[in-house]
């Protein structure tokens, strides 16, 4: 069966015991067993919940995994992948990731011994010089964030496996609809299905799928002994929009490229970052891995200071001035002092966070509308010739 179909009905069968055509939330957090010391197929929520169940049963499907978990939110998923790491191992990361992860690598996995080297993603021999011989795990992103690099994943799955090493893949950017890095070599995906996954702003989730049933095995493992797993009321709402996904993607990858070309054009825009124009550095890898859909994620700089990069962000009326991405609402906002800010200045400088940069998130609404929109918020910014 084709995406949309799988992603409609598998984990999506019929309750058998109401007929009811859509998944019952379950809220239960234990389960009566069947004897003492029997144990049924669920008996505590941590460990496994039916609607849990359902919508993990989703997910592996559409990532071609042997299995997927669900977390409670996209932090806690990248959280578990490192804990598979133990003290004096090493991690080579991408440079354009999410601020997040930075800041979990940087800051959370090295009190427990583990070391990270930071190497463009888009590099693959750059990435190879960065493994040393202790280098367990390399994570990266598939569109890279914010400046929307795309690693040959192929490639980079080589270099970590020669070494040794599993490759993670944070493809909230780029979800299972257009890519699935799994199929690419990767060794696990993460995503922050609060984005494309939920698609709605109402679910924070993240995921994690594994290519290999044994990997799965650890990673429920940590999962189960750490706990941060998704809610029922979650899951539902994460499994309703996975339903429409494919259909919500092809509509915003349509109206990304159209207003990534608008703005090449803009005299106030001075570059524009979108893998799916010709301009963007990586547009051939882009189109071998993705074909015509590129993601509805778009950066670009003005010819502006800090300020003016900052009224723009505040001057629109459609896009949202907040973090977070992949609804159907369109949002804005300036990764420099946002989603980025935890950044020092000098990485800033090193991963090409400029102060005029701006990253927005394309939603469904009408493209010409959003357009408009940001036409008006940089046209009124004073200042900018
Ligand atoms: C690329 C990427 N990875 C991971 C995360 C973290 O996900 P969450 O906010 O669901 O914890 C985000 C959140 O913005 C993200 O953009």
Redesign the pocket.
Known sequence: MKFRTRAIHVGNEPDPSTGAVVNPIHLATTFVQPGAGTWGQYDYSRSGSPTRAAVERTLADLEGAAGALAFS??????HCATMLLKSGDHVVAGCD??G??FRLLHKICNRSGVSVTLAPADDAAQVKAAIRPNTKMVWI?SIG?PLMTIPDIPEIADIAHANGALLGV?S??APPAILRPLELGADIV?H????YLGGHSDC???VLAARDAVLHKELYFVQNATGAVLGGLECFLLQRGIKTLELRLREQCKSALQIAKWLEGHPRVKRVLYPGLPSHANHARATKYMGNQFGAMISFEINGDFAMTKQVCQATKLFGLA???GAVESLIEQPSSM?HASYDAQAKVAFGITDSLIRISIGLEDPQDLMADLDAAIGAMEGIR
């Open positions: 939110s996209g932090m806690a998923a990248t990731i999410y997040g992860t992103e964030n944070d909230t950017f993460m922050s299905a609060t984005k924070l989730a993240g973090v977070s991405l989603s």
